[in-house]
């Protein structure tokens, strides 16, 4: 009796040792993330087509490359309290680095920002907010800004180098990035121009944020019915409604971000490159050099402005042209004035852009 007593208890040890050792193993079994990403929603996910998704291959790239583990959180919800949720669940997860992308966050990074001062934050392509729109960055937080005036010098550039000589510039706001978008184009057309030895006509317009896209459209056939061969569309419903009357009037158009549109009237698209900046910024970050509270602005020297020159459909300006001009803007031989310079009519007559006619629309 007692042996059998002996062997019952010996058989309950056993169950309870393996119950809290298959605790344990689940326990070890689920991972950190230490590097992590929270995307805009579920309809702005990493399979966005555009800077989210560009954001997260650069992240995974990295991490694979680094040994690193990652992860992505969604939110289910397109709120700035969904966006927070997802960066408790993240923290909670293990993670010491918090990736996001797009204007979404400004608060959302504020707030965590100082909620988690152990953490750290890469903000791609926008800058924290306090209630009051104040750009406030913590030291935990370095924000990753592009160089859009570039952006628009290689739009303009390359479009009146394929020969386009009468276009136009259509921008969602009237921002300081719309600007430089602006401002970039108009240098880039009256530099091609004086390489071709012709004089170019642009028409230039900031439409406001809550345009309809019917009023862009229609402004887009009015332009196009008027011989613009090209026009400049700055902003994601900017570009979509020009699109549209562009393939209607057989006109071309440049956009202005990564887009995903079955337009066949799209001659290209300049692009940020967050993949190759965070993947930059987060090999800082593990070589001990992170330095937060400040914004790192970035353009073609840093590989992180560019015409993805595969897709687009130029037929006379060619890739050895884009290398040339792209090597003048790296080594800072281009002087380009931005948003800081004033109206477009100071920057015409400071920046003595005398191969091109503008007007304002």
Known sequence: MKKVMI??????????TAGCGGDKEELQSSPDYEIAMITESENVSIDDKSDTQDTWEGLRRF???NGKTFKYYEPAEDSDDGRLEQIDMAAQAGAKVIVCCGDSFQRVI???????????????DGS???????IEIGKNCLCLAFDETQAGFLAGYSAVMEGCSSLGFMSE?????????GYGFLQGCNRAAEDKGWN?????????????????????????????ELIFACGSGIFDSVAVEADIADKAVFAGERVNSPSKRILAAVV????????????????????????????????????????GRFEVFSSEDYRAVTRELADGKVKLAGSKTGSVEKLVEKQGLTSIEVTIK
Request: with cysteine; aromatic share 12%; net charge negative.
């Open 7 to 16: 062997l019952l208890l010996a058989a309950l040890l056993t169950v309870s």
């Open 63 to 65: 991490a694979e490359d």
């Open 110 to 124: 504020h707030t965590a920002q100082s909620k988690y001062e152990d953490l750290t934050f890469f903000y791609v």
């Open 128 to 134: 924290p907010r306090s209630e009051k729109g104040e």
């Open 173 to 181: 706001n009237k921002s300081a990035s719309m600007k430089r978008y």
């Open 200 to 228: 170019v006509d642009i028409s230039y317009k900031y439409f406001d944020e809550d345009e309809s896209a019917a009023k862009v459209q229609s402004a887009a056939e009015d332009w196009y019915r008027q011989d613009t």
């Open 272 to 311: 940020k490159e967050c993949g190759n900046v965070i993947y930059q910024q987060l090999g800082d970050f593990y070589s001990g050099t992170f330095e937060g509270g400040r914004t790192v602005r970035m353009g073609v020297a840093e590989d992180s402005i560019s015409i993805p020159m595969k897709q």
